[in-house]
């Protein structure tokens, strides 16, 4: 298991490099220089443009700029924004427990819907019911968030005002955050109302942020449950008289959730990939909304900064993801 | 049990406006976060809106809904004979906002204002690079370094400007937001304590409201200053929630989640003037789409050609296409909100016989030119490319062939200088101060010619007017040079002025008191909401 643990942590190191790069170079590659957009639509003299460039360190040969970079990251500074000149790791710890606020809870309920819907289409195979549940997850995998998220705003709060339109609590509680999770937060405040409150804008966020990864696991889980339902150790064990329950709730379940605990793993990715639309619509502070935005500023600490941290987390969930299907399954530790 | 929980939720949303008006609180739809609460240090409405607006005071203030100035934080102030000197006498008893973090032991004095404009042009000064990468665009942007020769402290409450040259715009210059007026008990505290940066994270100033807490790309919260000079504020408490999707502030406006909101969906504004719970006011905004020829190279260096074309082009199909209404044709190069506007001026009236004819008697035949089209959108022109389009087909019922080019954006802005351009560039212009010596001596001096004047346009005529408007101290004769120079422009026709865009603003019915400004501002000052 030590072997299995260190054989994947030496892979992660040149990963790491990989996406330093990528993030460093990558954004230098689209047109438009940060310098020049901070003076707006005015035009700046060549001057002054020299100048701050120079205060920004960006009129350095190229590998310097990414050496001093990776060497900041290494001993943890990450760099400031070159717009909100504030810390890039502080406003990264800001904004990322609601990133993982609304991830948390779309996956879940992603898990808890899609899980068993993949289950019961595979059991009734062929039938209406399998046909509509692969249907609806198919419709779900191709739905443009953007438009699914607006439709849900003008259905349940536009015209049935059941939810609010976006944010993370209604504007009339006010407390400083202690966790930076609302959920939790609201709690801790004591304010009546408050954690309701919360709970309420956060239903529609992840209605549509777990609306792609639902989809997919279901279709997992329905062909992952096929397949185990055809092996002979299934077929035995129905030949031994057990109950249906017991045949498919531990002997094809558990091994049919082997495929499907990696695309929950891979799922993290996905759910980062669809917070930066979901967040943008519902108004969510996540990282997701603060890459975009960075991005249409050009400014490169903070994508740099912020891609290597996300990058860093998604390695480290599929790490953990690849931990646990190592004690699922043995086999694969070898 | 989701059911139980979002009927809940509905009812408290339905309390949320109810309640917030007992409290009076304002909550704005903002379109976006804003970049830091130094006003100094950025270019942005947003970032002013949230902080320049709300926190602070300007030695002088534009008056609401005007592109005028008015006494600020200077009471009076008296102009040199040589026009050099500008003396502001300091309004007395103004207090600083007293916060959770910081409780100030003195009024305004000329320490605050020398404070503030230091620290944007002495590089010694502690506070010139107090964050990295200061760039104080606004301050070089609009020739301050150039301009000032010192500023003095005369006494506790008078603080004197000297500046190199004339400058009558000087006036509406510090009362844009890049000359907000700060605490230097407040900064000298920061540096005390080694925390510079907060300067640029909890705002301190004199304005209507007091920063309370920002909560990064989600709310920014102030309350309303109890000691403002200018009178405590209707409401209580003023919220600005940030809401980057236009559809989404509409529904957040359309449920109470909010009071007003900037920047609207075209296709929405219908709807919402139909909408009983809301109303919606629009005015031009202070900008300018044009279309600049090259008066430099034949046969655009014939007036009669300029004017001709001028009167080839049907500028309301332009509006109607590109902004489904949401602008209006322009005849002048300044848009009608600011003053000196000469609305007796006639515009050319769109007459393609007319024009054929007229081009036709200047000896022009078989003429191809080009149109250069922007290629990214602007306020004042959302699709230059279909602008062009449309100036295309429009050219080509008088007999001129057009070919429409388009290059990158910086590369546009650049190459669009070049005084052996060969076409027309659609361009246009957002105003910073609502003067008119931004519009018509930036973009039509003869100083200009090879930088912003894209037509190439030295016309002695014009020039003098406008050099002399910018060296008189006296609006009311400024006004006068302006609507002379407005005439010249019209006669001489260095461009084809296209359109105004319009700034809508769709607010709930029980706000009151709020000024639409034509600097594009929005500002809460005197808001109030109706029981």
Request: charged share 30%; aromatic share 10%.
């Given at each position: 298991m030590l072997r299995f643990l260190l054989g994947r942590l030496a892979v992660l190191i040149p990963t790491f490099i990989g996406v330093s790069i990528i993030a460093f170079s990558f954004i230098r590659l689209l047109p438009g220089d940060p310098v020049a957009l901070l003076s707006g639509e005015r035009v700046m003299s060549p001057e002054r443009h020299a100048q701050i460039s120079h205060e920004l360190g960006f009129d350095r040969p190229m590998i310097t700029q990414y050496l001093d970079y990776l060497g900041g990251v290494l001993s943890g500074d990450f760099g400031t924004s070159i717009v909100t000149k504030s810390s890039i790791l502080d406003q990264f710890f800001v904004l990322f427990p609601a990133t993982v606020e609304l991830s948390v809870c779309a996956i879940i309920l992603a898990i808890v819907l899609g899980i068993p819907a993949g289950i019961f289409a595979a059991i009734k195979r062929g039938t209406l019911f399998d046909q509509t549940i692969m249907g609806t997850a198919l419709v779900g995998y191709s739905m443009p968030i953007f438009w699914w998220g607006l439709l849900l705003i003008i259905l349940f709060s536009g015209i049935l005002q059941w939810t609010p339109v976006s944010g993370r609590i209604s504007l009339m509680y006010f407390f400083p955050p202690v966790t930076g999770f609302m959920l939790i937060d609201s709690l801790l405040s004591g304010q009546s109302g408050a954690f309701k409150s919360a709970v309420s804008h956060l239903l529609l966020p992840t209605i549509v942020l777990s609306t792609i990864p639902l989809a997919v696991i279901a279709r997992q889980t329905r062909s992952a449950m096929l397949e185990v339902l055809g092996e002979d150790y299934v077929r035995t064990a129905r030949a031994k008289g057990l109950s249906p329950f017991r045949v498919i709730g531990v002997h094809a379940l558990r091994n049919a959730m082997i495929p499907v605990v990696t695309t929950i793993g891979l799922q993290v990715g996905v759910l980062l990939a669809g917070a930066i639309l979901t967040e943008t619509i519902f108004s969510w502070p996540g990282i997701g909304k603060w890459m975009v935005d960075s991005v249409f500023r050009r400014d490169y600490p903070v994508i740099q900064g912020g891609l290597l941290l996300i990058a860093g987390i998604i390695m480290v969930v599929n790490l953990i993801v690849d931990l646990l299907y190592g004690l699922i399954n043995p086999r694969i530790r070898r | 049990m989701i059911r139980k929980l979002t009927f809940a939720a509905a009812l408290m949303a339905a309390t949320v406006l109810s309640s917030a008006a007992s409290a009076k609180t304002f909550v704005y739809c903002s379109e976006g976060s804003p970049e830091g609460f130094d006003p100094g240090l950025y270019t942005s409405g947003t970032t002013f809106d949230a902080a320049a607006h709300t926190v602070y005071n300007r030695l002088l203030e534009f008056k609401p809904g005007t592109t005028e100035t008015e006494p600020g934080l200077a009471e009076s102030w008296e102009i040199s004979d040589d026009g050099l000197q500008y003396t502001f006498k300091l309004r007395p008893g103004v207090k600083f906002q007293t916060t959770e973090f910081f409780t100030p032991t003195r009024d305004l004095n000329a320490d605050d204002v020398i404070f503030s404009f230091e620290r944007q042009f002495k590089a010694d000064n502690p506070w010139h690079q107090y964050v990295a990468g200061a760039a104080w665009e606004y301050f070089n942007g609009m020739g301050f370094p150039d301009l000032i020769s010192s500023i003095e402290?005369?006494?506790?409450?008078t603080v004197k400007f000297t500046l190199k040259e004339k400058e009558a715009p000087f006036l509406a210059n510090v009362a844009m937001p890049f000359a907000s007026i700060m605490s230097k008990e407040y900064a000298d505290k920061l540096a005390a304590d080694g925390k510079m940066n907060q300067l640029n994270q909890m705002p301190l100033g004199t304005g209507p409201f007091a920063f309370v807490a920002y909560q990064q790309d989600a709310v920014i919260r102030y309350k309303a200053n109890p000691d403002y000079w200018n009178g405590k504020q209707k409401i209580d408490d003023l919220v600005f929630a940030i809401t980057t999707d236009a559809a989404v502030r509409y529904q957040k406006l359309k449920a109470g989640e909010c009071h007003l909101m900037p920047f609207p969906n075209a296709a929405d504004v219908e709807a919402m003037k139909a909408d009983p719970n809301l109303k919606v006011v629009e005015q031009e905004g202070l900008n300018i789409a044009y279309l600049a020829y090259n008066t430099t190279q034949a046969p655009f260096d014939k007036v009669e050609v300029r004017k001709a074309l001028n009167m080839a082009i049907n500028k309301q199909a332009i509006v109607d296409a590109v902004f489904q209404g949401a602008a209006t044709p322009a005849k002048n190069p300044i848009p009608p909100t600011m003053w000196s506007y000469n609305d007796a001026i006639q515009d050319d009236k769109y007459d393609p016989e007319a024009s054929k004819k007229m081009l036709e008697e200047a000896g022009v035949k078989d003429l191809s030119m080009k149109v250069w089209a922007m290629p990214v959108a602007r306020p004042y022109m959302l699709n230059a490319r279909r602008a062009a389009e449309l100036i295309q087909s429009d050219f080509e019922k008088v007999g001129v062939k057009v070919e429409v080019v388009s290059y990158e954006w910086a590369e546009y802005l650049e190459r669009s200088k070049a005084k052996d351009r060969d076409g027309a560039v659609i361009l246009g212009w957002t105003g910073d101060n609502g003067d008119p010596d931004n519009f018509l001596h930036t973009l039509l001096g003869c100083d200009a010619v090879g930088g912003n004047n894209r037509a190439q346009w030295c016309n002695e005529e014009f020039n003098k007017l406008v050099v002399q408007a910018k060296t008189t101290s006296d609006q009311a004769e400024r006004a006068k040079l302006y609507e002379q120079a407005q005439e010249v422009f019209k006669r001489e026709?260095?461009?084809?002025?296209l359109d105004h865009s319009l700034s809508v603003v769709p607010m709930r019915k029980e706000v009151e008191g709020f000024h639409q400004s034509p600097l594009g501002d929005f500002a809460f000052e005197g808001v109030d909401l109706a029981e």
């Open positions: - | 402290k005369v006494d506790d409450m026709a260095p461009w084809a002025t």
